[in-house]
């Protein structure tokens, strides 16, 4: 069985909600969203059975947008201002040239919808190296492994095409500098390769592919006194790139442009303990669903201007389109912290809210955090549950003058 357009689009669009995990999704295991691929029929309404109306942005590879580090998901996914690490690229590429160690890396882990099936999950590696005190290049794999699934033509087990694993990557260079001392640029090269079906034959799809661009700006200021304190403000673009296409090019989708801006205040308790505070405001920069069918039809930059004014529901409908994520975090003496998050988005825009927490350690060049998530919608959400881990690995450079001068 070849798959038609209707059929593509519903998989596409199934896939999506699935990964931003649309209420009644809790029903399907994976396997049976893409023996969609045999179904020509299947709405939104379908999907999501939250009694109010939706109108939720879909684009291609959302996987894009999942927090990959543990610190920023248990600030509730807020990371665009904070304090930079190893993780910084993702966030906020001008961020990671603030970043005080000379070179290092991180590895984070994410058992994905741990709640319906046992074998998705999301890894994410990435190193940096400080070339000097005013740039640094860092680069990262993020990897979604969306486990076995068997791929169907019809209802019934005899129908079974094949089987196959799904699975999608991003690998990214990044380089930062500073252009003063309180305020930096970073720019982001990204490949993006989506391989969903792979070679099932009776099919015509194939593995999606397409390059992005992230840029990003950070300021930040120390401020002295009997409580030092620190602000810090953050702005970038991500996912600045050519839409993607399953199977030809007159059938594209666009790949999750995003802005997020935001801020986090740091302030000195005494000598020992310190508290942040930080919020980030998002909004995909892809066209509203159900605009003016020509908005659909848009190319990169006429979709990405675009979007703030397309919303069917005008001005009002845009504002829905921000998600917020709100964070607290508190460190005693640099090596122990505690993170609260937030994270809120309209009912009419998909309707995920959640509380996360996280704890993190540090001591000399390692560091490990850990990030849980808590759903308060009334339905049970299959993010429940979600734990993330990671692992860092941070280090001053060690300088042929210093070590000269510990052998005198």
């Known amino acids: ?122 890894s994410y590696l990435t190193g940096f190296y400080k070339i000097n005190r005013e740039s640094v290049i860092s680069s990262s794999l993020k990897y979604f492994d969306l486990g076995e699934i068997t791929f169907n033509s019809g209802p019934n087990p005899v129908d079974i095409l094949g089987v196959y694993n799904p699975r999608e990557l991003a690998f990214d260079v990044t380089y930062s500098r500073k252009l003063t001392e309180n305020f930096s640029l970073g720019i982001t090269g990204r490949y993006i390769n989506s391989n969903l079906v792979g070679s099932i034959s009776g099919t015509d799809a194939q593995a999606a592919n397409s390059v992005a661009a ?20 953050g702005a970038s673009i991500t996912n600045i790139g050519g839409k993607m296409t399953y199977t030809d090019d007159n059938n594209k989708d666009f790949i999750p442009t995003n802005l997020r801006f935001g801020s986090a205040y740091k302030r000195e308790i005494d000598a020992y303990n310190s508290l942040t505070f930080t919020i980030d405001f998002n909004k995909l920069m892809v066209p509203t669903p159900n605009a003016d069918s020509s908005d659909q039809n848009k190319e990169l930059l006429g979709g990405m201007f675009g979007s703030f004014s397309d919303a069917p529901g005008g001005a009002k409908e845009e504002f829905q389109e921000i998600t917020t994520s709100i964070g ?72 042929a003058e210093e070590e000269e001068s510990v052998t005198d």
């Open 1 to 122: 069985m070849a798959l038609n357009m209707s059929g593509l689009q519903n998989l596409l669009l199934l896939i999506n909600y699935f990964y931003h995990l649309k209420n009644t999704l809790m029903k399907f295991r994976i396997l049976a969203i893409v023996s969609a691929l045999g179904i020509t029929q299947f709405s939104v309404g379908q999907i999501n059975n939250a009694g109010q109306d939706q109108n939720a942005i879909t684009t291609a590879v959302p996987f894009l947008l999942i927090s990959p580090d543990s610190r920023s998901a248990g600030l509730g996914e807020a990371g665009v201002a904070t304090s930079p690490d190893a993780n910084s690229s993702y966030w906020n590429a001008g961020k990671l040239v603030f970043i005080e160690k000379e070179y290092g890396g991180s590895l984070s882990y994410t058992p994905w919808l741990g709640k319906l099936v046992n074998d998705m999950s999301i």
């Open 214 to 233: 992230d840029i990003g700006a950070f300021y930040t200021k120390d401020y002295k006194g009997a409580k030092p304190s620190n602000l810090s403000l």
């Open 328 to 399: 607290l975090e508190y460190w005693y003496n640099d090596i122990f912290a505690a993170r609260l998050g937030y994270f809120n988005e309209s009912k009419y825009k998909g309707n995920r809210k959640y509380f996360t927490v996280g704890l993190g350690f540090r001591k000399k060049a390692f560091g490990f955090d850990v990030a849980y998530l808590v759903p308060t919608n009334k339905r049970e959400s299959p993010l429940a549950e979600t734990i993330r881990f990671t692992l860092l690995l941070q280090f001053d450079k060690i300088r």
